[in-house]
């Protein structure tokens, strides 16, 4: 695809021009540490193609991209019976908000909102200790890229624990509800160090290949997940993977992502290939403004919406 090629590095060379770069997450304290003026972006095309633009190869705070890689694993040991806890409808309130659970009687939204990813930390809690999960969580997402230099980054696991007021208030709201079995404590370390874990652009869109290839890591055969999961998976992500500016990422550029606060969102066009994009400046609903953006302009480039005949 050497117009992929050409469509990347004019976006990242746009990308690099602008002004309008949104705002670093403050809120979290290490992330408000990051320069502004970063951009990368990285295509992993299911025929091998690794193509890169920009800072791609810089790690950066994964945050709620995690959630992604949570949910595959927790579907993985519970099957469908994960969804007794956790919805699958967009939420159209902030991420952390706590409305929403009081309605619905501790049952949060979608695994993709803090409140789900939590829920989906407890499940996978069961019989271990946080520790355990933590390294269980890093070790499939290293499996998925093919790279066991991937981390967490303590300082922002450590920074997060610090000022999770909301995340402590959320957890302990579910489990008077009864929908968390373990302390809140636990299931917030293992959610916390999640989101902590420190990728690039080019290892993010690696880990995303089995999402676009039908379940299966194109470059080794091995099937991670079943089609029709990796479908929901990517049905989800759709729906649900901008908080409540997910309608509008719907609409823009047509295609399943996932964002977090560090500024980072994974692509996926099923069928062809895997994308990661990082701009640390966020717009007002918490998503990366400039990666927003590329993602946009690059699906219309290349007709990568999945709405397109």
């Known amino acids: 695809m050497p117009e992929l090629e050409q469509a990347l590095n ?15 997450a403050t809120y979290i304290p290490q992330l408000g540490k990051v320069d502004p003026g970063k951009f990368g972006i990285a295509a992993i095309t299911n025929d091998g193609q690794v193509l890169l633009a920009g800072d791609a190869d ?20 519970v099957g469908d019976a994960l969804w ?42 069961a019989g271990h200790q946080p520790r355990e999960a933590i390294g269980e969580i ?34 302990n709201y579910m489990k008077s509800f009864g929908n968390l079995v373990h302390e ?21 869109a690696l880990a995303g290949r089995f999402l676009a290839n039908g379940g299966q890591n194109p470059a080794t055969g091995h099937s991670v997940v079943s089609a ?13 993977g901008h908080y409540d500016g997910s309608g509008d990422f719907a609409f823009r550029v047509g295609i399943p992502g996932k964002s977090g606060v560090g500024g980072g969102i994974l692509g996926i066009v099923p069928g062809v290939a895997s994308l990661a994009v990082w701009s640390p400046g966020l717009n ?26």
């Open 138 to 171: 890093l070790r499939f997402i290293q499996f998925l890229a093919d790279d066991d230099t991937i981390i967490i980054d303590h300082g922002v696991a450590a920074s997060e624990r610090a000022t999770g007021y909301r995340n402590f208030a959320l957890a």
């Open 284 to 309: 007002a609903n918490g998503n990366s403004k400039l990666g927003s953006i590329a993602l946009e302009r690059l699906a219309r480039m290349m007709n990568w919406s999945i709405f397109a005949p």
């Open 10 to 24: 004019e976006v990242a060379a746009e990308m690099a021009q602008r002004t309008d770069r949104g705002d670093v």
């Open 84 to 125: 007794k806890r956790v919805g699958r409808e967009p939420s159209g309130n902030p991420f952390n908000s706590i409305i929403q659970l009081e309605h619905e009687n501790g049952v949060p939204r979608n695994p993709f909102i803090n409140a789900g990813a939590i829920v989906i930390s407890d499940i996978l809690l």
């Open 184 to 204: 809140p404590d636990l299931a917030l370390g293992v959610y916390f160090h999640h989101c902590a874990i420190a990728m690039s652009c080019r290892q993010l």
């Open 58 to 77: 810089e790690a950066f705070s994964i945050q709620s991209v995690s959630k992604v890689f949570t949910l595959t694993l927790a579907l993985g040991k």
């Open 228 to 240: 029709e999961r990796a479908r929901r998976i990517c049905a989800l992500m759709l729906t649900c």
